[in-house]
């Protein structure tokens, strides 16, 4: 459906959506959306053309206590957490409907907010965050306790119950889907959510929580404080009546989260930071076209601005100069940056001037530490007035280079060359991350060698970047620990109460 919608409309019926929208930027707390309470706004602004979009509330201690306490209020009193599970399946069911009906309008604030192209929030985006809410709608009377085995005189039974208040703190790369993945789960369990989307993507945000209480959602069971990191997610995460905070972010911030629940009430965290994701490519994989194509998506979908993005292309040296060729070929043809409106356009801006600049920084420190520029590297001719930036491949590159050690989060790709297999499970374990891998290879036994040795959350054999919302979702090393997806992080938001009944005879 969304296909056929972002291929029949017209980049001019687009930009005549985004003409109409009219950006709500205020916070939204137990129903209705509120100024902050200090008054102050911040700024808005469309990365692919520079212009301001609107204000936005600029929260701070103050919002979020509202956010909190209202939580808090609607926990206790049992108007979600206590709700009929079949009632509460019922509500997330129409909830999800709600977002694939109003699609036009998430898409268009998304690609206003971040710059993605508006295919890709048709085809990728929006239906992912609908399957998400449906997939946790389905878990909400699977969640089980259990009776062990005592002596004749006790009963002793395990309840699973939800934590209380969840504090949600999403990136803007993918604003409605994080934002699904953390909030679907904390819901699911009976929990209630205040959501701190990011400040360079605040829209969509607010019109989830609107369209949850549109979908049968008690009012203070899902609420939304805009604002800047440092201010409002700060506070959230500093909260002493918060009892868990689910964060998706940079590592910096992801260790300041756990920093945070210790100097306040010890509330649990899980983290997803980021990565530096090797794609191995072995000389013997026969459909050499097949890994190119991947691997081309892998770094340069959504302007590289993803977390598992394929940013390191482990290459056996006797396919390399092939391998890059047909890179280089591929990659020119199927990403050239444009309007984000327009339906045509593959790859858009990066989310502002500063990522632009960190970007383009990085592509001068591959430079200058010996890697040779393949192809890109600068702003797109006639994209002046965007914050945009070439799709870029690098060869040359010694694993040791910053540009294959540390996350650009944009697209930049670094071939580097390596012997066997024991070479490329090597290179692939050496870095902090290890969130994603992906494996290309005919041959089985070395499939499972270095899928088993890879040390990596998430491992794509002859694929990338597949699944389903059955897939764990998350890291191991400095990428972060817990999952998105799948039933296990439904129950990350619960927490198991023994009770213990004397039977006496």
């Not at 309470?37 to 808005?44: K, L, P």
């Not at 506070?235 to 306040?264: C, P, W």
């Amino acid at each position: 459906m969304h296909l056929d919608k972002a291929t029949t409309l017209t980049a001019e019926a687009w930009h005549n959506q985004a003409d109409a929208l009219q950006l709500e930027g205020r916070h939204f707390i137990d129903g209705d959306f509120t100024a902050s309470r200090n008054g102050r706004v911040f700024e808005a602004v469309n990365p692919a053309t520079g212009d301001v979009l609107g204000a936005v509330a600029r929260g701070d201690g103050d919002d979020v206590d509202r956010a909190v306490a209202s939580c808090r209020k609607a926990f206790r009193a049992g108007v979600w957490s206590r709700m009929a599970p079949r009632d509460r399946m019922n509500v997330l069911y129409r909830y999800a409907q709600l977002l694939e009906a109003n699609a036009d309008s998430f898409a268009v604030m998304d690609v206003l907010d971040v710059g993605k192209p508006i295919k890709d929030m048709l085809e990728a985006d929006i239906p992912a965050s609908v399957d998400c809410f449906q997939y946790f709608a389905e878990t909400i009377d699977k969640i089980e306790g259990q009776v062990t085995s005592t002596a004749h005189d006790a009963l002793h039974y395990i309840l699973r119950q939800p934590l209380g208040v969840v504090g949600c703190i999403v990136p803007w790369n993918y604003p409605l889907m994080m934002a699904a993945w953390k909030i679907a789960p904390a819901l699911a369990a009976g929990n209630t959510v205040v959501l701190k989307p990011a400040e360079q993507s605040p829209q969509s945000a607010g019109l989830m929580a609107r369209l949850f209480v549109e979908a049968g959602g008690p009012p203070g069971v899902l609420n939304v404080v805009q604002g800047y990191g440092e201010e409002a997610g700060e506070a959230l995460a500093l909260h002493n009546d918060v009892d868990k905070i689910a964060f998706t972010g940079s590592v910096e911030v992801g260790k300041q989260m756990m920093i945070y629940s210790g100097r306040s009430n010890m509330k649990r965290v899980t983290t997803e930071c980021g990565g530096k994701t090797p794609q191995i490519i072995m000389a013997d994989y026969a459909n050499l076209d097949r890994a190119v194509q991947y691997a081309v998506d892998g770094i340069f979908a959504n302007q590289g601005e993803v977390c598992n993005a394929g940013s390191r292309l482990l290459v056996q040296s006797d396919i390399h100069d092939a391998f890059v060729e047909r890179f280089e070929a591929h990659a020119r043809a199927a990403y050239v940056p444009g309007d984000p409106l327009n339906p045509e356009t593959t790859m858009g801006a990066m989310v502002n001037r500063d990522q632009q600049r960190r970007v383009l920084d990085y592509i001068e420190i591959g430079k200058r530490e010996g890697a040779t520029l393949r192809f890109g590297g600068g702003v797109p001719a006639g994209l002046e007035h965007g914050a945009y930036v070439q799709p870029t491949l690098f060869t040359g590159v010694d694993n040791d280079m910053r540009i294959a050690r540390e996350e650009i989060f944009g697209p930049v790709g670094s071939v580097i060359p390596f012997k066997d297999v024991n070479d490329a499970v090597r290179i692939a374990n050496d870095t902090i991350f290890g969130l994603a891998a992906g494996i290309w290879t005919d041959d089985l036994t070395a499939a499972h060698k270095m899928a088993r040795d890879v040390e990596a959350g998430v491992i794509w054999v002859n694929c990338f970047d597949h699944g389903d919302m059955t897939q764990p979702w998350g890291g191991y090393k400095q990428s972060g620990f817990g999952r998105d997806k799948c039933f296990e992080t439904m129950l990350h938001h619960t927490q198991t109460k023994s009770v213990w009944i004397n039977l006496p005879d």
